[in-house]
């Protein structure tokens, strides 16, 4: 697979531990300028930092460090993610009004 750029805040970036039953690999969560949080192996290698409109530091980094392309518990992560999509198609409980 050609490796791919991402586009990241600088910060935060937090030092985590994979919750993969068999994986428990030490990563580094970083957040996409669209607020995804993306789990590295190793901080990412950063090709180019900008500010954004904002004023805010942006890093755009390489893709190859991601903690999915390692991960043995990938799947897992895929599979609850499709789930928690499935279950956001549900239809929902009505609402209780917020006071
Ligand atoms: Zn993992």
């Not at 904002?54 to 980094?61: A, F, H, P, T």
Request: a positive charge.
């Amino acid at each position: 697979m050609a490796a791919g750029t991402l586009e990241l805040w600088m910060y935060p970036r937090d030092r985590g531990t994979c919750k993969g039953p068999t994986c428990g690999a030490p990563i580094i969560w970083r957040k996409t300028t669209d607020e995804r949080a993306v789990p590295f192996n190793v901080d990412p290698d950063v090709i180019e930092r900008r500010r954004s409109s904002s004023g805010r530091m942006v890093e755009i980094v390489a893709t190859d460090d991601m903690h999915h392309r390692t991960c043995p518990d990938v799947d897992l992560f895929r599979q609850d993610r499709q789930a928690a999509a499935a279950a956001k198609k549900a239809p929902a409980a009505p609402a209780l009004p917020l006071e």
